[in-house]
Every structure is written in C-alpha cells, then in structure tokens.
C-alpha cells in the first residue's frame, strides 16, 4: 500500500507495493487505469513479472484514501503491461494496465433483434456485466414486437448507441466493496453538488482554469425520414429542446441557428427522441479545464459528478457537470486533471 492509494487484486498480491497510478475517466468512454510496480530481483528472479494476481483478465481496483473518504476510482480486468528493465535491473519498473467492467462488453459481436422497452432491453444487457444497474426514464419507448431493436455490433456499442440515441449516458463505477454499478442517465445540473472549485479568492484550490463557450451549435432541429412500411414522408415538426429554465440557455444565444436531421427510424416518435437528443447534447455550450489536488480541494472528483465553480464572475459561477477527470497518485500527491460542461450562463443558474 502507498499513501493516498490501495491497490486490491486477487488473493495473493504481488510482491512489491506500486508507487504511482493513473486513471483516466471520460464521458462515454471506458475508463483506464495504469499502476507502477517496481521490478526487483528475488531469489533469482523478477518475481513481479510473474505474480498471479498481475495475470491477464484479473481484477485490479484502484481505491483512493482522502482525509474524510474511501473512494473507489476504478475496478476492471488487466489487459497488458509495460516493462522498462535498465541493465542491472536497476531503475526497473512494470505498468499494469486495463479498463473498467465496459471493456468486457466490447469483446463479443452480437447479431440480435431485442424485443421489449428501451429500458427493459438495456437493463437485460447490462445485468449481464454488472451486479447493479439503473437504467433511467427513456422519451420514446420501442413501439412493439414489429419493431425490434436491432443489435448489429458488441454489447457496448449498442448500448452506448441507444443510450445516446435517447439523450443518455453509459456510465460505470464501482464501491469501495468492488460492486460495480452500471447507470444510463442524462447529463444533468439538477442535485446536490459536491466539491467547490475557487479561484481569485483567498481560500482558492485552482491557480488557474480556462474556459470555453461557443454557440455556434443547433438551437432547434427538424428531423425528416421516409416511411419503410408505406413510403410517406414524416417529419417531426421544429423540436425547440427542453432548455434549462434557470439562466440563459443556448436556445436565447444562437439566434435561428437549426439543423436537419436524417435517422434509419421508420415512425415518428423514434425520429423525434433523435432530435430532442441531438440539441440536449449540443446545448451543453460551456466548458472549462483546470487541475488541482486532492490536498488543496480536499474531495475527490470523478465523472459525473456535480460541482460548483466559484472566482469567475457572475456570469460563470455556479454549477457545472464534470466529464473528464484524470487521477495521477504517487506517495505524495493525488492530481486532478478535470473538464467541465455547462448548458447556461448567469448567476440565476448559481
């Protein structure tokens, strides 16, 4: 054990303590983690290289100690390792490396058509990798067993297409007790926030964040497709989006700026829950990088998690979607590499 961070394997551990880590969380994509062990000669041997519990497919959970917490940042399988040797076996050291449980969703082709609800048939397939699993509230349901969703690719592929198909998130973590959960949820500023990220005051943990907004995004999409069963043209009308009520949202910012969509659907309300997806995507206007410590903020940060930014005006103060958090731990420090997102500006939205 190093301080900061545990590393938990299978039953026998390794024969050396890791000195450093890196995981690497981001919207809608696997998460990865890489941990340093250092390479030593015992009995004759690099016994490290060699340990069971540093064996393909094993599990590695990466746990992370804070002043008031216990957080698990990632739990996952080993895909690979990288070995430095310096003659001598001095300066020697081996990186382990893998991913959380969604890699093993991506190592299998299916050809399925899936009866049921949207939720019912994501639910059936994430229960397969996951020992919890919450699928939220989904706008258009699958209309029936004549229209089955068809599943041409890996069970990841189709889940994170039909997730985002209906403005929705793959997105997994695991407990400090290695249960892994699985939720499919929109991005969101409702809820309660957790750490506050300041800058330009006196009790700043930040030396310094840049921030980005561009409105030069849809604010309104018209979706049009022809009917498979009878050839009609059907369209969805002007979908407006569901805009944030609190603030000043993308729809107020970017004028009669509109977009046409074309989707393989063949009735409307499958080509309706595409648009209003498309603009919930693209009215996250906003973004912001910094970094800081585990130190300096005193919580640990990970995706999908809300925070509140403080220093930066009243124009951009307030709360803020985390969608990219990169941990690197060694015995002394924790450092957070975050990226933020937004859908409105104004202290209304505070």
């Known amino acids: ?19 450093r880590v890196r995981v690497s969380q981001r919207l809608g994509e696997t998460a990865t983690y890489r941990v340093r062990y250092p390479v030593e000669v015992v009995d004759g041997d690099l016994a490290v290289l060699r340990a069971d519990a540093l064996q393909p497919g094993e599990d590695l959970h990466v746990i992370c100690r804070g002043d008031d917490e216990v957080v698990s940042l990632i739990k ?4 690979g390792q990288h070995v430095h040797m310096e003659h001598g076996a001095t300066n020697a050291w081996v990186d382990v490396y893998g991913e959380d449980t969604t890699g093993e969703m991506n190592r299998r082709v299916r050809h399925e058509a899936h009866d049921g609800s949207v939720q ?14 919450q699928v939220g509230d989904v706008s258009v349901e699958n209309p ?13 592929r189709f889940v994170r297409r039909v997730s985002r198909q209906n403005g929705m998130w793959l997105h997994a973590r695991s407990g400090p007790e290695g249960v892994n959960t699985a939720r499919v949820e929109p991005m969101g500023l409702d809820g309660s926030t957790g750490a506050e990220l300041v800058i330009n005051y006196d ?12 409105v030069d995004r849809p604010a309104e999409v018209v979706g049009r497709q022809v009917s498979l069963e009878d050839k009609r043209v059907f369209d969805t009308g002007t979908s407006p989006g569901s805009w944030p009520s609190k603030g000043t ?5 970017a004028g009669n700026r509109r977009s046409s969509l074309v989707a393989a659907v063949d009735h409307r309300g499958a080509l309706k829950a595409r648009a209003e997806a498309m603009l919930e995507q693209a009215g996250w206007f906003i973004r912001a990088r910094c ?30 979607f985390v969608t990219a958090v990169d941990h690197q731990i060694d015995a002394e420090h924790h450092r957070m590499e975050i990226e ?11």
């Open 1 to 19: 054990m190093a301080v900061g961070f545990s590393i938990q394997t299978g039953p026998d551990d390794p024969p050396s303590s890791p000195t």
């Open 76 to 79: 996952g399988p080993i895909n």
């Open 120 to 133: 019912s048939v994501l639910n059936s397939i994430l229960n397969r990798y996951f020992e919890v699993v």
């Open 144 to 156: 029936g067993l004549d229209r089955p969703l068809v599943q041409t690719g890996t069970d990841l």
């Open 203 to 214: 009790d700043n943990n930040l030396e310094a964040l840049d921030l980005y907004w561009d």
């Open 249 to 253: 949202n993308l729809e107020q910012l």
């Open 291 to 320: 970094t800081t410590t585990l130190h300096r903020l005193g919580e640990v940060v990970q995706v999908h998690d809300l925070v509140r930014l403080r220093g930066m005006g009243s124009r951009h103060d307030g709360r803020y």
């Open 340 to 350: 933020l997102s937004r859908n409105r500006w104004d202290t209304e939205a505070a």
